[in-house]
């Protein structure tokens, strides 16, 4: 065996080569979100960009992150899941948000803005017309008259059913980058039109400035990227993000109706997250559910006949505020102390009944801090409490924010 001095290289140099050729020196990056370093070498297996961005083709060198194109945290709400997972003709619980399908690198810029901040993301991805028109062609449309429905939805008249989502043989697609209204607007991209740009090996040679293109918003020369991301996590990312934006605005905008697939996503993430039929739990369909899985039948109930919009940031979050509404609304007051009055009653009070009101008041007796905590976490007495659960609530997009009926 040579000796370090021997080599064809030094030892810096060679951590220098290897930094370069392995993706595993190269991928362990925590200023992104996590993902793991054995997904990140499928990524960069899978991407056909060789892990440059997928939106400015920038180099490995000029700094990129990995991001997951549907938020893990989702997986939390085994709602929205299990949902998924039967539309999309999958097991329970067998949806993986860690797939490298799920996952894509892009610049820091762009992926810091990607999911962030939560209720108002930068930007989308939008897969081919003819893709997403394979996934809106398997929508059946839904007859309102023949069978009605327990709400009125006002945006999709489209269900989906088990077993028809397309399949699609290709392994790569084709992706474009649209910013949500009122995102983006004070910021360029600059894309390296060199095929790639990885080719190069002298790393200190000067760019070329003509193998760059300056975009400004809202990006309409930017052309269509080619990536190994599944289209359905991309659609149902897309939907996500639309839902957070008024429907009757979308309308108003040109960003919206001068992109016809747009609307077809949305149709497509509202029938992909619709109620199950509850015989999914029956035990009729073991390609999905089997009794022996030891679900809780609250579960199942929850997936086929509660109507929530989408999950909230966390079951943790909707837990305390829900904890803390219970604490604010219930039984925590004496119930024979007076009312707040309107407050257009309140300049035909006397003297007597403000002193009246202001002295019951001020005699309330409010719950106890530790009580209110032992809610909010929902542990008690060391255990889980499992008693009386609060109202289930129609919640928006990533929101506790009730929904309008």
């Not at 003709?89 to 948000?97: A, I, K, P």
């Not at 679900?295 to 943790?316: D, E, K, M, V, W």
């Amino acid at each position: 065996m040579s000796s370090d001095s021997d080599s064809q290289y030094s030892f810096e140099e060679a951590a220098y080569y290897n930094y370069r050729f392995n993706p595993d020196n190269m991928f362990h990056d925590d200023r992104g979100p996590l993902v793991r370093p054995h997904v990140k070498w499928e990524v960069w297996l899978l991407d056909p960009n060789e892990g440059r961005c997928l939106i400015t083709n920038a180099s490995l060198e000029s700094g990129v992150t990995f991001i997951h194109c549907l938020p893990p945290r989702l997986r939390e709400n085994l709602k929205w899941k299990g949902r998924m997972e039967w539309y999309w003709g999958l097991r329970w619980n067998e949806l993986d948000f860690e797939s490298p399908r799920n996952v894509f690198t892009v610049s820091h810029s762009l992926g810091g803005i990607f999911d962030f901040p939560k209720m108002k993301p930068s930007w989308i991805l939008l897969p081919e017309d003819h893709i997403v028109d394979k996934f809106y062609n398997s929508l059946m449309k839904h007859d309102k008259e023949k069978k009605p429905r327990e709400r009125e939805d006002n945006i999709t008249t489209f269900v989906a059913s088990r077993g028809s989502i397309p399949v699609l043989e290709e392994t790569s697609f084709k992706y474009r980058l649209v910013p949500l209204p009122q995102r983006m607007q004070s910021m360029l991209l600059t894309r390296h039109t060199n095929p790639n740009p990885n080719t190069n090996p002298d790393l200190s040679a000067s760019p070329n400035p003509s193998d760059f293109s300056v975009h400004l918003h809202p990006f309409n020369a930017l052309p269509w990227v080619t990536s190994h991301l599944d289209p359905k996590f991309v659609i149902m990312d897309a939907g996500r993000k639309l839902m957070l934006i008024p429907f009757y605005l979308m309308f108003k905008q040109e960003w919206f109706t001068s992109r016809p697939a747009l609307l077809k996503v949305l149709h497509i993430f509202k029938a992909w997250r619709a109620p199950i039929p509850s015989v999914a739990f029956s035990g009729q369909y073991p390609d999905y559910y089997t009794p022996d899985m030891g679900y809780f039948p609250a579960t199942a109930h929850n997936i086929t006949h509660t109507r929530g919009q989408a999950p909230c940031l966390s079951n943790t979050l909707k837990r305390e505020k829900e904890a803390i509404k219970s604490v604010n609304h219930q039984s925590h007051y004496n119930s024979n102390t007076k009312p707040l009055s309107p407050r257009e009653e309140k300049g035909k009070w006397t003297a007597a009944e403000v002193a009246t009101w202001s002295r019951d008041v001020s005699v309330q007796v409010k719950p106890p801090a530790r009580h209110i905590l032992s809610l909010a976490s929902g542990w008690d007495n060391g255990g889980l409490d499992m008693g009386q659960p609060t109202q289930d609530i129609d919640v928006d997009v990533e929101t506790d924010v009730p929904y309008n009926s």
